[in-house]
């Protein structure tokens, strides 16, 4: 059974940090496409960071470039989004997600493209 479970998400000031993990079936880990999007009240989700399944290539949204930073282990089987310098704009319920490049591409975006998604993790900047 395929799993993707979220956590690290919580209330943050503006100017903090947060790291956000989410373990993965080895199988998802170690063949697919792993993604970050986020979904803010009344938005449509949004691509925030992927990378691919050697853990090379990693791509940003430009709202979050410079700040987030997207990393696997492979050991742990989790992938992780290292948050900082995190802005009020940044509040949002976040997923993991993982896609098959094989039967869906290798690109990184749009959400739908995805196969597997996690629960969800709740991030709250605050002013």
């Known amino acids: 059974q395929v799993r993707m479970v979220e956590s690290g998400g919580g209330p943050v000031q503006a100017g903090g940090s947060l790291r956000l993990s989410c373990a993965a079936s080895?199988?998802?880990?170690?063949?697919?496409?792993l993604g970050w999007f986020r979904q803010a009240p009344g938005k449509a989700r949004e691509f925030v960071a992927a990378?691919?399944?050697?853990?090379?290539?990693?791509a940003y949204a430009d709202s979050v470039k410079g700040r987030f930073t997207i990393s696997k282990d492979n050991a742990e089987n989790t992938v992780y989004l290292q948050m900082n310098s995190l802005k009020p704009e940044d509040t949002a319920v976040y997923y993991c997600?993982?896609?098959?490049?094989?039967?869906?591409?290798?690109?990184?975006?749009?959400?739908?493209?995805?196969?597997?998604w996690g629960q969800g993790t709740q991030v709250t900047v605050s002013s």
């Open positions: 080895r199988i998802i880990f170690s063949t697919y496409i």
């Open positions: 997600a993982a896609k098959d490049p094989m039967s869906s591409g290798t690109s990184y975006d749009p959400p739908q493209s995805y196969h597997y």
């Open positions: 990378i691919n399944w050697s853990g090379g290539n990693p």
